[in-house]
C-alpha cells in the first residue's frame, strides 16, 4: 500500500502528468496558493522544462492562451457572474470548489487576450476576468490553479459534476469576449436589484439604456430574463417593463436610459458607469479604436491606445468584430479592409451588429512596433 506521503502527492503528480500529455504547459504551485514556485516560470513552463514529478506536493498551475492550444479560462470572481454564466457562456468544460462550483470555464479560443472587468458591489469590487495570453507576449500568459491542486481555503479544486462536455469547446474569439462582456454587465444589473431599491425604474432605466447602446432586443430580452431567475423573484412585471421598453425604442420614442438611473439617483453613479462601460458593443468598441487611431501623431496614438487598452479591455476592441481583415496603410495606422465596401471608407461595418457565424479572423494591428489585439 502506498504510504500517506505518497497519497499526498499523488493527485498533483497524477493531474500535471494528464496535462502535460495533453499538450498544456505546466507550472508547479507553492502548496495552497496560487504563486508558482519560480519567478521566471513563464520561460521554463514554455520550454517543457517541467516533469510531473516536479509537482510533489506542489498545486498544478495550467499556462493560458497560445503556448497551451488557445486554452482561456474565463475566471468567475462574482457570485452573481456564477450564477449568471450559464444563461450567457457556451456550455463547455468548467472546474471549481466545494463553496464555489462552476468558477472556472475552459474554451479553446484562437486570438483572445487577458482582460479584467472590475465593477463595483457594496463599498467593494468584483471581477469576471478573461485569462489567457497577455497583452504584452505572446509567449506566456496568465496561469491558473487546475484540478490536482489545494486552493488556500483547503478545498479541493475539481472538476465540476454533471459538465455536458469533458474536454474545452471551441469558441470564435469575438463570440466568446462579447459573452463575457454580456455576462458582466448581467452581474452589475443582479446586484444592483439586489440592493432593493427601486427595481421598477432600475430595468426601465437599464433596459433603455442597453438597447440606446446598440444592444439587439433579443440581447436585452434575455439578459432581464436571466437576472430574473438568478435573482429568485422571477417577476411577470419586470418582463412586461422591458416588452414595453423594447417596443417603444423599436418604434422611434426616446425612451428612459443610463442618465435617467443617474439623474433620479435610483442607483449609484459609478455602478451605472460601469455598466455603460462593460455594455459596449463590438460595433462602438471599433469605432472607438478608429477615433483613437485617425488623425493623430505617432506619440498621441500611442497614448490613446494604452488608454484604450487599460478602460474595459480595449485591447481587443478591434477583433470583437468577426468577419474582418487588416492591412496596414502606407502611413501604418490601422484600416480594416472589407472588399465589400465601394466607397472607400476602410472602417464601414459589414452590417449593424456583428454576424458571429462569419469566419472569424482575429485582427492585428500595428502603430510603429506595438503590437494591438488581439
Known sequence: AASPAAEEKAPAVTAAAKYLGEGLKVVPVEPSTKSPKIKDWPQHAANDAFTAEDFAGMNVGVVLGRVSGDLVDID?????AVALAPAFLPPTLTFGRASKRGSHWLYKAPGVRSAMYFFPVDGGRELVEIRSTNASS??????????????????????????THDEPQHVPGAELVWAVCRL??????????????GRNAQTLGYAGGLLKSGWTADEVRDAFTAIREASGDDRAKDADAVERVIAAFENGIDVQGFGSLKKDGVVPEHVVDAVERHAKTPEKRLREVKMATTGAGAGIRRAMIAE??????????????????TQASANDSPCVNDPANDDGDPWALLGARVDFSAEAEPLAYLVEGLPFAP
Open 76 to 80: 468567475l470572481d462574482s457570485a452573481a
Open 138 to 163: 505572446d509567449l506566456c500568459g496568465h496561469q491558473s490553479v487546475f484540478p490536482g491542486s489545494t486552493h488556500e481555503s483547503g478545498e479541493a479544486v475539481e472538476w465540476d459534476e454533471g459538465c
Open 184 to 197: 458582466t454587465v448581467a452581474s452589475i444589473i443582479l446586484n444592483s436589484y439586489e440592493a432593493g431599491k
Open 308 to 325: 484604450a487598452r487599460a478602460v474595459d479591455a480595449g485591447a481587443q476592441a478591434a477583433d470583437l468584430v468577426a468577419g474582418f481583415c
